[in-house]
């Protein structure tokens, strides 16, 4: 083993240091890169969960469902009723108390609530897949299970 004059000229109090500095500063970069993995994954979630809903609207833009007609007819309604409602069907203010920030904010609630209906709708949609081929591969085994019974009676 090294005696305490193996490198002379070498500070040790000095390489402690530098070693304590090197492991904190190790240890803030591990941590700033954990948060941003979180971050990344958090942000991946959301362009999931963002994506089909887009890929909701492009199947509702291509079948031609995006708006009904009725919806057209219950907008013409309430514009020409006033109010709130009809500054946001209108491309004017109907409503003197209607004003930009509270335009944003009924929109950014209205986004919110319309991402969060199609979420459903898609989970919805996925649900009832899983469950007609679940059907299906019950169906499928009982009908499996009777044709080895006729085929047994039948010896």
Not at 36 to 47: A, I, P, R, T, Y
Not at 77 to 101: F, R, V
């Amino acid at each position: 083993m090294g005696g305490p004059n193996d490198f002379p000229g070498v500070n040790k109090a000095m390489l402690v240091d530098k070693i304590i500095r090197l492991q904190k500063a190790m240890h803030k970069k591990k941590e700033k890169m954990d948060f941003m993995q979180d971050h990344m994954n958090q942000l991946v979630e959301e362009l999931q969960r963002k994506s089909k809903i887009i890929q909701m609207y492009v199947l509702r833009e291509e079948s031609g469902a995006l708006a009904p007609v009725s919806s057209d007819i219950n907008k013409a309604k309430m514009s020409k009723q006033g109010g709130i409602m009809a500054s946001l069907y209108k491309s004017q203010q109907s409503d003197p108390s209607m004003n930009l920030d509270l335009s944003l904010e009924i929109n950014r609630k209205l986004q919110a609530v319309l991402e969060d209906t199609l979420l459903k709708n898609i989970t919805l949609k996925e649900s009832i897949e899983t469950l007609g081929n679940e059907i299906a591969r019950i169906t499928s085994h009982e009908m499996d299970q009777k044709r080895g019974r006729t085929v047994k009676k039948a010896k």
